[in-house]
C-alpha cells in the first residue's frame, strides 16, 4: 500500500502562479473567517495587478480587502475577462469569490497567462476542483461535525482515498490542540499531494503565535499516530 505523505511542517512551499482553494466552514464549528495567509497572498507587493470576481449574493466582502485594479461579477462576458487579463501589468492575481460559479474552460485559459488564481469557497463533499494546487482547509473547533466531516471527505478525495477517514479526524483533532488547520498542496510534490499544517493566524496584527512547546506538543502527538 502507498504510504501517505503527511510532513510535520509548517507549511511555506512559495506559492507564485499557483492555482489556490481557501474552503470556509459552514457552521460555527469551522472558522468562516479568511486566514492570514489570504492577505498576505492578495496584498503581496510583488503583485502589479489584482483582480476580483464578485459575487453580489456572498457574505465575505473580499472587495474591501484589497486595492482592486478591476472588479468584474458573473454576469460578465467572460471573454471579455481573459482579455483583460492578457494585457495587465504582471505578475498579477485573480480572485473568485464564493459563490461564483466559473466555467471549467475559463480556468483553463486563466492558466495560460501568468498569473495566481485564487477562489473562495464554502466546506462541502466536493468543494476542490481538479485544476487546483493548493487547498487550504478552516480551523475545525469541532473534530465531530459535519464540517469535520466534509474536511475528511475532501482529505480522502486529494489524497485519492489512501488511508482511512478516521485517521484524517485524528488529524484535525491534534492540530486543533495547536489552533492550527490543514492544507493540502501537490506544488513540487509527488502524486497525490501531501498534508501540511498551517497557522491561520500567522501574520496577523496582534495574533498569537505557535510557540515552541505548541508546536512541539503537535509534532509529538502526530508522530504517535503515524
Known amino acids: 500500500m502507498t504510504e501517505i505523505v503527511y510532513k510535520l511542517e509548517n507549511f511555506d512551499t ?11 466552514g459552514r457552521s460555527a464549528s469551522a472558522s468562516a473567517a479568511l486566514p492570514a ?5 492578495v496584498n503581496s507587493p510583488k503583485l502589479a495587478s489584482r483582480i476580483l470576481i464578485a459575487s453580489s449574493k456572498s457574505e465575505y466582502p473580499l472587495a474591501f480587502r484589497a ?3 478591476a472588479v468584474f461579477y458573473p454576469t460578465t462576458d467572460w471573454q471579455l475577462v ?3 487579463c492578457t494585457y495587465i501589468a504582471k505578475p498579477s492575481i485573480i480572485v473568485i469569490e464564493d459563490g461564483v460559479t ?13 498569473l495566481q488564481i485564487l477562489q473562495v469557497r464554502q466546506l462541502g463533499m466536493e ?21 469535520a466531516d466534509n474536511a475528511i471527505r475532501t482529505l480522502m478525495t486529494l489524497l485519492k482515498e489512501q488511508g482511512t477517514a478516521e485517521q484524517k479526524r485524528e488529524w484535525l483533532r491534534e492540530v486543533r490542540t495547536a489552533k492550527a488547520a490543514l492544507v493540502w498542496s501537490r506544488i513540487r510534490e509527488r502524486h497525490p499531494g501531501v498534508v501540511y499544517w498551517f ?22 502527538a502526530l508522530l504517535e499516530n503515524i
Open 14 to 24: 512559495p506559492l507564485e502562479n499557483s492555482r489556490m482553494i481557501f474552503l470556509l
Open 37 to 41: 495567509q489570504f492577505n498576505d497572498i
Open 67 to 69: 486595492a482592486w485594479n
Open 82 to 84: 481573459l482579455t483583460y
Open 102 to 114: 466559473v466555467p471549467d474552460a475559463f480556468i483553463g485559459r486563466l492558466q495560460m497567462q501568468n
Open 127 to 147: 468543494t476542490v476542483p481538479g485544476w487546483a494546487d493548493v487547498a487550504f482547509l478552516p480551523q475545525i473547533a469541532d473534530v465531530g461535525s459535519a464540517d
Open 199 to 220: 497557522d491561520p493566524a500567522d501574520g496577523a496584527e496582534g495574533s498569537k503565535q505557535l510557540t515552541g512547546r505548541v508546536v512541539r506538543k503537535l509534532v509529538g
